[in-house]
């Protein structure tokens, strides 16, 4: 079973839509942290939001939106009006501490957005 | 701009050979991290270094090894070459913390191999 779990390879949106990205995660390890990037067209790794598995505060960063639920071990991502430019390729990625200490990330495959004009 | 650079941006080269791949981190960060993203296996992790040691190990073939030197720059050394290991190749770097992992990542070198 994949740890990270993005059901969907592809969204495709009109400007000005709402759209979540969802992503579904398997751990055991009670101390782990969930992130999600996002890759445009241009290739580029780009650190969206960091949140460890203690707070499962939902988080809010203009009209980009996360959604944490320990209970549904799911960690969506919402993104509000969306625009062209948020079309890109997003990766939730789960972090769990590894035999050595360090806390190494798995990625989910992704969910490429496509927002048309 | 992440401040993680790597070199070369493009490589092509052919079955058997063997390249090196270039990651400078950000200044101040401690570890770095290895990546390979390919259509097949997706975005996975090869193997990261913290302060000129090896760290931790993920899905790196014995054909490819990597380290650290004292300025904290990482080099990725890929071997014997095989068409499939044609990949975007990522550099990561972060402050390694107890419980902050963070990762910027460089802009990437694409490998293709003919």
């Known amino acids: 079973a994949q740890k990270v779990t993005q059901a969907q390879t592809e969204i495709s949106v009109v400007e000005k839509e709402d759209v979540t990205l969802d992503c579904v995660y398997e751990t055991r390890d009670t101390t782990y942290y969930l992130f999600w990037y996002k890759q445009p067209p241009s290739g580029e790794l780009v650190f969206l939001i960091r949140r460890n598995s203690f707070d499962e505060q939902n988080e809010i960063s203009g009209r980009y939106s996360w959604n944490f639920q320990k209970s549904t071990s799911s960690f969506n991502f919402t993104i509000t009006a969306s625009q062209v430019v948020d079309s890109a390729v997003y990766f939730c990625a789960l972090s769990e501490p590894s035999s050595g200490g360090s806390y190494i990330p798995t990625f989910g495959r992704g969910t490429s957005l496509i927002v048309h004009p | 701009d992440s401040g993680v650079t790597q070199t070369p941006k493009h490589l092509i080269t052919a079955t058997g050979q063997r390249v090196t791949l270039r990651c400078s981190p950000r200044?101040?960060?401690?570890?770095v991290y290895w990546y390979q993203q390919s259509l097949d296996q997706g975005l996975q992790f090869l193997i990261q270094y913290y302060n000129g040691e090896e760290r931790a190990k993920g899905n790196i073939l014995e054909r490819f090894s990597a380290q650290q030197f004292p300025d904290l720059h990482s080099e990725l050394n890929l071997s014997s070459l095989e068409l499939g290991d044609s990949a975007l190749y990522f550099c990561a770097s972060s402050v390694e913390g107890l419980d902050y992992n963070e990762q910027f990542f460089g802009p990437g070198t694409r490998l293709t191999v003919l």
């Open positions: 200044s101040g960060d401690l570890s």
